[in-house]
């Protein structure tokens, strides 16, 4: 294997297929255009899955959770344990993810990257051992390229199980206490802008905890600018573990022709860095929602995202995605059971 997998060749969705798809659309009892995005979505999921029958029904979750040396700085509003509580909450079905996984009869896994705090053995949670989470990424470099590396190979390693075993549409959740400062960090990198232009309240900081954030933020930056050449290297600088794993599950997927749906701003920022080191990956990602926090906007705006929902959503761990998948199963029902204008005896219009 190329020790750089990630840049390995990604094959484009069937434009055979999409124009199948386009043509089925035009039949459909509706007039042209009225289901509005839901059209397109039909045509692009008909594509990635090279169907003319496009179909969701086989669902992975897999959620990523690691710890943030950087919340020494002040950046959340909660403390770092909340991480490691919330997988054991995940785990035994109490969290918002859970109660959605469950109802969408979704495969839903929980991997446990680098924790802080110890979690001990809960069933149900895949430990991978990298690191106790990020170093304080204002101070240092948050990972090695070594550890980088295996959190990537983390998500690479789950979406190929997925692969396996039929799934249909891949997501992607995280966990982590001042995950968004890191995910802050790498957007502003890549989008090459200071941090109060993309910094939010994540759980929950006021406005001063906004300011103080943005400037460990533009700090972290200017260190680590002099050794950062590459996308690659800012991961490494700037991310996080479960960052890494959503970056290398991303590319992955859309290297084995599965569809992705992204869910929140951590994961747009963790999507941009993917598309920046395989830009072909892009193909393959569909996204959920436009959450409350103020940059996801510019990070779904450099990825030429059109997201399904707007709901002030900024919760994280996959559930903007997964409480967009019904709307993804319906879109795919209407293409495949709609009656044409021709079957159902119903004349056409001039549009
Ligand atoms: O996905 C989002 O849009 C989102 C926005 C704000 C916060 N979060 C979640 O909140 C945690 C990070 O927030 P913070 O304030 O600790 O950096 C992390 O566990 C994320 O899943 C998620
Ligand atoms: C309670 C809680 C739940 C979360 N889920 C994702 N991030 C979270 C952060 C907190 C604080």
Known sequence: MNTRWWQNKVAQPSEAHAERARLQQAQLTKPAGSLGQLEALAVQLAAMQASEQPRLERLTIAIFAADHGVVAEGVSAYPQAVTAQMLA????????ISVLAQDLHADMQLHALGLATPLGDLAGVRHWQIAPGTANLRRQQAMTPEQCIRAMAAGREVVLQAAGRGCELFI???????????????ACALLDQPAKALVGPGTGLNAKGVVHKAAV???????????????FDWLCHVGGLELAALVGAYIS???????????????????????????????????????AEPGHAALLAALQAEP????????GE?????LAV????????LHNRMASFAS????????
Not at 217 to 230: F, G, K, M, S, T
Not at 274 to 285: I, K
Not at 326 to 333: A, W
């Open 308 to 315: 399904l929902l707007h709901l002030g959503l900024r919760l």
């Open 326 to 333: 019904p709307l993804l199963r319906q879109t795919c029902l």
């Open 318 to 322: 996959g559930s903007g995605a997964a």
């Open 344 to 351: 159902a005896g119903v004349a056409r219009g001039l549009a």
């Open 217 to 231: 933020i533009d700090q972290a930056l200017a260190l680590h600018r002099p050794a950062c050449n590459e996308p």
């Open 89 to 96: 909450n995940f785990a035994q079905g109490g969290a918002a």
């Open 253 to 291: 997927a859309a290297q084995l022709a599965l569809p992705v749906l992204v869910d929140g701003y951590i994961a747009s920022a963790a999507a941009l860095c993917a598309a920046r080191l395989n830009p072909s990956s892009r193909d393959w990602w569909l996204f959920s929602h436009q959450g």
């Open 172 to 186: 992607g959740g995280e966990m982590g206490i001042g995950n968004t400062t890191a995910a802050c960090a790498l």
